[in-house]
């Protein structure tokens, strides 16, 4: 099969107000034909809190905490449920619904889309591999989530080592395209990250915290010898490119885009009405 040239930007460290804006334009041109699809890395500067366009602040997540830690936060235009973007490097993939290798249903695109991190992860020497639901039981906890906590339990075709999470996704499909984005995290917090959400009393919080070590892992716990972000960066360029069969071409926004992705930012995703609305 012939390769297409996808369009590839590395952010590096961004704040969580444009990185979120950036994703929403990159979707925007692509519905409107300027760009192809496209991949993008992303770091967080600072690292920052966010959680999924349903989320209930008040109900679920430890404000408090997020700013005792010096956290950005902000709510993302997908679903799911709250992320501590920190030492991680953070996806995300802008294709067409109409695109011939994108399936209509949303858990067979992620299938698709996520073969990229699948093959990155293998470029690191991990056997991944994606959860599937064994039984009417487990498929029906997929979609009863207990936790407010993204990787707290794999969804439908997450990636996992090992028998726990190693990679959490999110997606929207808005003006006929698909955004998925997500995180690969090298190591996790644990005491920080559980300390963002609210629990009924401390005694659940600490059953969940000790579950959570046997349903999630961190890149370099599995590893000898741990690896950075560049190390991780470039072996996903290259397991994106395998696992969607395409060719890169580098992309640098114009100036009249960097602004409507700063505009966008300060209107929306920086704004305490869209990231503490419901």
């Not at 297409?4 to 334009?25: G, L």
């Not at 858990?107 to 639901?133: K, N």
């Not at 407010?148 to 990679?167: H, M, N, T």
């Not at 659940?204 to 716990?221: D, G, L």
Request: proline residues 5%; hydrophobic residues 35%.
């Amino acid at each position: 099969m012939e390769k297409e040239t996808w369009y590839f930007i590395d952010s590096k460290n961004c704040s969580p107000a444009y990185n979120m804006a950036m994703d929403e334009m990159l979707l925007h041109w692509h519905s409107q034909g300027e760009i192809p699809p496209i991949v993008r890395f992303y770091d967080w500067n600072p690292p920052t809190l966010s959680i999924g366009y349903f989320q209930k602040v008040h109900k679920e997540i430890n404000v408090e905490a997020v700013e005792k830690h010096g956290l950005g936060f902000v709510r993302r235009p997908t679903g799911g449920r709250g992320v501590l973007h920190d030492k991680e490097l953070t996806y995300s993939v802008i294709v067409s619904e109409e695109h011939p290798q994108m399936p209509a249903t949303v858990t067979e695109a992620y299938r698709v889309i996520s073969e990229g991190i699948l093959q990155g992860f293998r470029y690191l020497g991990l056997d991944a591999y994606f959860s599937v639901p064994r039984t009417k039981a487990e498929e029906n906890e997929l979609k009863n989530p207990r936790s407010a906590v993204c990787f707290d339990a794999p969804s439908w075709y997450e990636l996992v080592v090992e028998g726990r999470k190693i990679a959490g996704s999110a997606q929207t499909r808005q003006k006929g395209v698909i955004l998925q984005h997500g995180s690969i995290i090298l190591d996790i917090d644990e005491d920080k990250l559980f300390d963002l959400f609210l629990y009924k009393n401390e005694r659940i919080r600490q059953r969940m915290q000790r579950a959570f070590k046997s349903k999630a892992v961190a890149i370099n716990e599995l590893l000898e010898t741990p690896v950075d972000i560049e190390q991780v960066s470039a072996a996903f360029h290259k397991g994106f490119a395998k696992g969607l069969n395409v060719d890169w071409e580098p992309y640098q926004l114009t100036q009249q885009q960097e602004q409507e992705v700063w505009e966008l930012a300060e209107k929306k995703y920086g704004n305490d009405e869209w990231n503490f609305r419901r």
